[in-house]
């Protein structure tokens, strides 16, 4: 499973801000959450909005469970979005966009095309969320299980050198609680996964993932995290050897 997938064919850019220098080079981050969108330009600051419709009376949320639900909207949402900047963006950039682990190959089409046409870029890379997670958290190179908790996603993911080994997720998310009861469910939904993972036989790169795993949270002065490592391993952190 590649962790970064570069579009098959360049997009095609148009003059979309005839205001920006051809020359400016331009790369673009953008997340698209089911709770809010965020976006990256270079030399711009970072923007992020609820992921939701701009009606007043009834808005909607327009990505469920990592999924677009409304294309059109979607793209006027990231249209007032870029309006922000007061110097528009430019065509032909590299844009990096995240996406779920796992995700559809019918979801990557449909944000390709979305995204070719607001942007007009030169080039669209997807990085799964489990790897631009390690790479925000400043994790080291290197065999890692990673834990991503979202609104209406959780993933857990084997990262080996450059790539996604082997991936889990559940369609459950910190939106899905009800408050102010403990997040028990998410906990057992984490341990699952993991689970779930370790019986894979292709999870070969599980092993070593787990120990460094175990010793971070051994480390970790955090309750949950310590509640969390004694239901994955049977024991707590603070008692081994």
């Known amino acids: 499973m590649n962790t ?5 064919e360049r997009a095609r850019p148009r003059d979309m801000n005839p205001k920006a220098p051809a020359t400016e080079p331009a790369a673009v981050g953008l997340d698209l959450g089911s709770a809010y969108t965020r976006i990256w330009v270079s030399g711009r600051p970072m923007l992020h ?12 949320s327009l990505i469920r469970r990592g999924r677009i639900t409304d294309a059109s909207e979607m793209q006027a949402l990231l249209e007032r979005l870029l309006r922000r900047y007061r110097r528009p963006v430019p065509a032909g ?11 559809e190959a019918e979801d990557d089409r449909t944000v390709r095309r979305l995204l070719a046409e607001v942007f007009a870029p030169s080039r669209i ?34 990262l080996a050198g450059a790539g996604v080994a082997a991936a889990r997720r559940a369609e ?37 993932a787990w120990h460094a795993y175990f010793d971070l949270l051994q480390r970790a002065n955090d ?7 004694a239901a994955i391993f049977g024991r707590s952190p603070r008692n081994s050897s």
């Open 125 to 158: 890379l997807f990085i799964d969320t489990a790897r631009a997670a390690a790479v925000g958290a400043g994790a080291a190179p290197g065999v890692q299980m990673v834990v991503d908790v979202g609104a209406q996603l959780t993933e857990v993911a084997i």
């Open 223 to 229: 309750h949950a995290a310590r509640d969390l490592a």
């Open 4 to 8: 970064i997938d570069q579009v098959g």
């Open 93 to 103: 950039a590299v844009l990096v966009a995240c996406r779920p682990v796992l995700s």
């Open 49 to 60: 909005v609820p992921t939701i419709s701009a009606s007043l009376t009834n808005p909607v």
């Open 172 to 208: 459950l998310g910190t939106n899905d609680l009800i408050r102010p009861s403990p997040p028990d469910v998410l906990v057992d939904t984490v341990v699952g996964l993991i689970d779930d993972l370790r019986r894979d036989p292709d999870s070969r790169a599980l092993a070593m």
